[in-house]
Structures are given as C-alpha cells and as structure tokens.
Nanobody, 114 residues
Framework: QVQLVESGGGLVQPGGSLRLSCTAS????????MSWHRQAPGKERELVAI???????NYADSVKGRFTISRDNAKNTVYLQMNSLKNEDTAVYYC????????WGQGTQVTVSS
C-alpha cells in the first residue's frame, strides 16, 4: 500500500517558521515528483511547491522566497521549510507523490495566528 504521512504542522505567530515533513512508503520514492499543496476553508486546494525526481523546484508566487521544498530520498521524505509565515498561510497542507498516477497524504494543519 502506498502511504504518505504529513507531520510538522502546528500553531505559530506571524513571522514564525515551521518545517513540514512527508514520509512515503509503498513506492519507489526517488522516482516520484513530490509536491506540497494547501487548502484553506472555503478555498480550492492550491499548489505550494513541487520538486522533481531530479531535484528541480518550483513555487507558488505567494510563497516564493519564504518556503523551500527539499527531499531526502534515503529517508523517503520530502520537506517544506516555511519561514516568515503570514496569516494567509493558514491551511491544511497536503503532500502528493506522482509519476503518472498520484497519491495524496492526509494533510497536516498549519495555523498562523497572533
């Protein structure tokens, strides 16, 4: 079974940082494109950051310069380092693994509040 498990979410104040992790099992992790998406209540799920099997990255304009996606294939884990967090970053963050087919994790809640 393919399983993606996100962790690292929590409550932070504006300007703070969090590092999210997504650990995969049941797949050849190094071959997958990994990405982070987020969904706030009442809003559509949106792509936040993506990293290819070769390590190329892309980011949503809203997070460029603040978030960094990385992967550790030896640990079957993709990370999202989030700095300078804003209230607008509050959402459930989901991990996705894709070659042609794709798999979603269950999400981890990030809440940015003063």
């Amino acid at each position: 079974q393919v399983q993606l498990v996100e962790s690292g979410g929590g409550l932070v104040q504006p300007g703070g940082s969090l590092r999210l992790s997504c650990t995969a099992s049941g797949l050849i992790f190094s071959k997958y494109v990994m990405s982070w998406h987020r969904q706030a209540p009442g809003k559509e799920r949106e792509l936040v950051a993506i990293i290819s099997a070769g390590g190329s990255t892309n980011y949503a304009d809203s997070v460029k310069g603040r978030f960094t996606i990385s992967r550790d294939n030896a640990k079957n884990t993709v990370y999202l380092q989030m700095n300078s967090l804003k209230n607008e970053d509050t959402a459930v963050y989901y991990c996705k693994a894709q070659i042609m087919s794709y798999y979603w994790g269950q999400g981890t809640q990030v809440t940015v509040s003063s």
